[in-house]
C-alpha cells in the first residue's frame, strides 16, 4: 500500500513466526520455501488488513433495541454486556477483513480480554470523564484505563490511548492534565472533534474558542492528537490541524447518519493530513469499514468523470483504510503494508464474483465494485481468524444468541432505558 | 412496502402461477395450502424484489479495460458485446436481490432476449438518436426500438420505452416528434436531466432555458416522463417537475463519482415527486442497488441523530428502493409490493449474520446494516432465480469467462478504443 498504485500479479507471501518474512513471485516462493501450511487463493487478492480507526464497539448490542425506544446507558448495563458488544463487533469486523480496530468505551478490560481471546488487534481507548458512573467515580475510570495499559505492557497486539470523552464536557483542567500525563507515559490521545456545529458553537459560547483553538491553547495539539470526525473545518481549521500535526479519523457514513453532514475530505486530504478511517459511533453501531471507504473514494471525486481520477481516489481510499489507518494508531512500523517484518495482518478478496467481472483495475473494482462481501480470507499475526468466509475461532451462533438475550432485555424493560446524565446526551 | 413500517413476523407468501395468491400466518398457510414446493427462511425477511430504476448494462464490460486506457464506443463493439455485459450486470443483479431493471443501451433485442431467457423483468429503453451509429442511421435505432416493442407486446416480464439520448445532443424537433410518438403509443419516456451544472449551462446558452424548461416548452413534462439523475435542481425547478406529474430516478453514487454532486434529496422526497433509484451509468459500472438505497437514507436524515429519524429514513429508502421504482416504471399494479395479485418477484435477506444482529428494528437494520450479500434468495414471477446465494439457471462461470474474453480483446487493443462521436463526449 505504501507505493501508490502497486499491484503485484501471481505472488505470495511467506509468514514465519506471524510475520511476513518475504513477497515474492509464486513460483519463486516454491522454490525456495517447504512451507508447513500453503494456502492458494488463485482468483483473490491479498491486501493489508483494514483498520477501523473509531469504533464504540460494545453498543452494536444496542441494535436490539426496538424501534421507537431509546438505548440505556452502556455504564449502567455493565461489563458483561460490552463483552458481548464487542463480540458481536469483532464478528462482524472479521467477516469484513478489518485486523485492527481502536476502540472507545467504558470497559477497557473486556475490550482487551475479547480482543486478546478472538486475536484480533487492538487499540483501546482509556475512557478519560469528569462525570461519575453508576458504580464508578471519574478517577476510577482513569484508573482502570492505567491499569489495562500496565498489564497489557508489550503485548504484541493489544495498546492503549487516552480518550477523553467528550472534549465538550471536560474542563480545562481535565483536558491539560490529560495532555501531561499522556506526555509522560508517551501515550496518544484520541477525542471527537468538531463533529457538529451545535459542538462548535457551543465551545464559543462557554469558552471563547472554536473546539480545536481551545485544544491549541490547552497544548493537546501535537502529533500525538489524533481526533475523529472534523465533519465541520474551516480553511483555517484545517491549517492549524496540518500545522501542529495531528491526525484524524473520518467517519462519513456516522456524520452523515447522525445528520452533522461530510467532512471537507478534498480539501483534508491535499492538506497532507494524516487521514483514517473509523465506523464512529451512533445508533445501531455498523462496523462498515468498506461502505466508508467507498464514500471516501465517491466523494473526493473531482468534477467530471475520468477514470485516471477514479483510480487515484480508490487508491487513496484503500490506503486511508489500511496503510493509514495503522499510521494513524501510530502502528505503521508493524501493520498497514505487504513488507517483510511487519505482523501478517491480512485480507483476502474474492473478485471472481460478478460485482467484480472482468477484471481490468482490480484496485477501483475493489473499492467501487466490491465490498465486505467479497472477503473470504482473515489472518491477524500470521494467525487465520476467517476462512472461506467461515470463522476459525470465534463461535458465533454463541456470541448471536448472546446478543439476542440482550435484546430481549432491553425489550423487557429489564434496563432502565432513559438516559444516564453525561452532560451532552447520548454518544 | 405500501403500509409505511409495515413488518409482519411468521408469514408465509403463497405463490401460485407466479402470482401471490395470499400472505398469511405460516401456521394458517399450513392449515390452508398443500404446497408443491415449500421454501423454509427461518432467520430472514422477505420483501418485494429490489428495483434498478436505470441502467447501461452492457457496459459493466468495460470494468475490464485496463487502468488508463479508455473503453471504445459500445455500438461499435456490437450486439454480441451487448449481450454479454447485459448477462454480467444481471449476475450482479440477481446476485443482489434485484428482480427488474430499466436498461438503456444500443442493443434493445440483445437486452430483451438476455433477460426473457434468464427471466428477470425488464423495462427496455429504446435509443432516441439524431447521431449515425458505425452501421446505423439514427433512424434504424428508432426503428430497431420498435420492432422490438411489437415483438415483446403483451410479454409478462418485458415492456419498453423511450429513451432519447441526450437531450443536449437532440434538436427541438427531435424531442418534440418523440412526445408526440410516444403519447400517440401510450409508451413512457426516460432521459438524463440535469445531471450536471455544465448540462445545465450549455441548454441556457443554446436554448436560452434550463433542460428542464425547455421539456416544459416542447410538452414533455407529462407523467409519462421519467428523468434520471437531477442532481442540480432548484426550488423552482423542484415544483415545476412536481406540478407536471414526471418522476425521477436518483442515481446518488453514480452522480457522486462521475464529481456532480449529490441530488437535494431532502427537498425532492419532501415535494412528494415519484422517486426510484438506479445504478446510472458511467465507467466501471456496477449494479449497487443497496448502496444507492443506504447512501439516499443516510443524507436524507435530518440533522441530529435520532432512531425514529433513521428507522423513518431507512423505510422511506427501501420504499424507494422497491415500490418505488416499480411506480417510476409504470409496474405498480403488477410488482413491487407483497400483496395478492402481484407478480411473486421476491428477495429474500438472510439477517442472522454479524452486521445485522441483535435483531431491533429490521427495517433499519435491513438498510444500514445489511447489504447485497444478505441476500439468500430470489423470485421472478415466482421462479426461483437465486437459492442460497447460488444461481439457479445464471450459467456464471460460463458468462464470467465470455467476459474475460472481451477484457482480453480490449486490452489487446482489438478495438479502437478512442470516442465515437456522440456530440458530447462518452456517456
Known amino acids: ?71 440505556p446507558d452502556e455504564r449502567i448495563v455493565g461489563a458483561e454486556f460490552a463483552r458481548d458488544g464487542i463480540l458481536v463487533a469483532i464478528a462482524e469486523m472479521l467477516r469484513a477483513g478489518i485486523t485492527c480496530f481502536a476502540d472507545r468505551g467504558y470497559f477497557p478490560h473486556e475490550a482487551a480480554r475479547a480482543a486478546a481471546d478472538q486475536g484480533m488487534r487492538i487499540v483501546i481507548g482509556m475512557p478519560v470523564t469528569e462525570t461519575a458512573g453508576p458504580s464508578k467515580s ?11 495499559r500496565d498489564e497489557y505492557r508489550g503485548h504484541p497486539s493489544i495498546s492503549t490511548v487516552f480518550a477523553p470523552h467528550r472534549v465538550s464536557t471536560l474542563s480545562d483542567a481535565a483536558l491539560a492534565r490529560t495532555a501531561a500525563l499522556a506526555d509522560e507515559l508517551d501515550a496518544g490521545i484520541v477525542l471527537d472533534l468538531h463533529e457538529s456545529a451545535a459542538e462548535i458553537d457551543g465551545s464559543i459560547a462557554r469558552h471563547g474558542a472554536r473546539p480545536l483553538e481551545r485544544l491549541w491553547n490547552l497544548g493537546l495539539l501535537t502529533p500525538a492528537l489524533r481526533a475523529v470526525h472534523m465533519a465541520h473545518a474551516t480553511a483555517r481549521d484545517i491549517e492549524l490541524a496540518r500545522r501542529c500535526g495531528i491526525s484524524l479519523t473520518l467517519c462519513p457514513q456516522s456524520s452523515l447518519k447522525r445528520g452533522f453532514g461530510l467532512p471537507a475530505i478534498g480539501a483534508l ?73 511487519q505482523w501478517a495482518d491480512l485480507c483476502c478478496v474474492d473478485l471472481a464474483g460478478p460485482a467484480t467481472q472482468p477484471m481490468g483495475n482490480p484496485v477501483t473494482q475493489l473499492v467501487f465494485g466490491g465490498g465486505r462481501e467479497c472477503v473470504s480470507d482473515v489472518w491477524v499475526a500470521g494467525r487465520q481468524l476467517l476462512s472461506s468466509a467461515e470463522f476459525t475461532r470465534l463461535d458465533w451462533p454463541a456470541v448471536a444468541a448472546r446478543a439476542n438475550e440482550w435484546a430481549s432485555r432491553f425489550n423487557m424493560g429489564q434496563y432502565n432505558m432513559g438516559q444516564f446524565n453525561m452532560g451532552e446526551g447520548r454518544r
Open 1 to 71: 500500500m505504501r507505493a501508490r498504485g502497486a499491484v503485484l500479479e501471481h505472488h505470495a507471501v511467506v509468514v514465519r513466526d506471524g510475520r511476513i518474512l518475504e513477497v515474492l513471485p509464486a513460483t519463486l516462493a516454491a522454490q525456495r520455501y517447504a512451507c508447513t501450511v500453503l494456502i492458494r487463493r488463485p482468483a483473490h487478492l491479498l491486501m493489508p488488513g483494514m483498520v477501523n480507526a473509531d469504533t464504540h464497539a460494545a453498543t452494536s448490542l444496542f441494535r436490539g433495541v426496538a424501534a421507537g425506544s431509546t438505548p
Open 269 to 341: 486530504a491535499a492538506s497532507g493530513i494524516r487521514l483514517s478511517v473509523g465506523s464512529g459511533g451512533g445508533a445501531d453501531q455498523t462496523q462498515d469499514v468498506w461502505g466508508e471507504m467507498k464514500l471516501l473514494a465517491l466523494v473526493s471525486q473531482a468534477a467530471g468523470e475520468s477514470r485516471a481520477g477514479e483510480s487515484q481516489a480508490a487508491w487513496d481510499s484503500l490506503a486511508i483504510a489500511t496503510c493509514g489507518g495503522a499510521a494513524a494508531l501510530g502502528l505503521e512500523a508493524d501493520v498497514g503494508a505487504l513488507e517483510p517484518g
Open 138 to 148: 471519574a478517577a476510577d475510570y482513569l484508573t482502570e484505563g492505567l491499569n489495562v
